[in-house]
């Protein structure tokens, strides 16, 4: 995300602190690769800007993968997770449709 720190860095530092315990940061690579996610529901969150990645399949494969946009991380942490939060009770119910 060029030379600016990845904006999931900050939400994921905070996100303990704002009841979302389960909710963790993946990274690869030497920071080109992040993503949040959550097991249950099974939702990972990656940032419009970040390319495509085998480590999606990889890791999260029975995933719902939810993208997140610049203007959804504008706001900075506290707005972002306000909306993960939304996001994640929106997908509670969700179940992998693949085997």
Known sequence: MGD??????AVAEL???????DLKIKEERGGAYVRLYQNTP??????RNDPSDSFD????????RILLSEEDCAEGPEATIALIRSLLEKFA?????RS
């Open 4 to 9: 600016q720190p990845h904006p999931f860095h």
């Open 15 to 21: 996100a303990t602190r704002r009841g979302l315990k």
């Open 42 to 47: 099974p939702l990972f969150f990656k940032h």
């Open 57 to 64: 399949r990889e890791s999260f494969n029975d995933f719902k």
């Open 93 to 97: 119910d969700y179940t992998p449709q």
